[in-house]
């Protein structure tokens, strides 16, 4: 056997190694897909759940669109759940303390009287 035809056998193996390689990468990535996919459904069936739980299923859709919508808005502050909470508090109720952020009255400052 020459010099050049084991290149060539050497190059042919490498080739098949290749194709070999790409093929499992290939079936890797699928599986990840899948996982991700998965997850991805079990995810959307938990807030399903979750929302099934909350009563929200006896609303329309145009009224759980618009509830999300206006959910968008809190969703990237760093604690929404809070600041729920304080909204709806403070319609319901009296307040419990200030938010985070918002103006106290410093220790030993006297309330504001009322003139008049």
Known sequence: ???????????????????ADRTHL???H??????ERQALHKRR????KLVEDAGLFARDDQTLAGLFQV??????????VAIL???LSARCSPPRGSLPGCAQASPGV???VPVG
């Open 26 to 28: 290939k079936q890797v």
């Open 110 to 112: 006297a309330p504001a």
């Open 85 to 87: 909470d304080a909204l």
């Open 1 to 19: 056997m020459t010099r050049a035809e084991r290149l060539a056998q050497t190059e042919a193996r490498a080739r098949a190694k290749l194709d």
């Open 30 to 35: 699928g599986q990840q897909r899948d996982a």
């Open 45 to 48: 069936v938990l807030v399903g």
């Open 71 to 80: 959910l968008t808005a809190v969703v990237d502050s760093p604690d929404p």
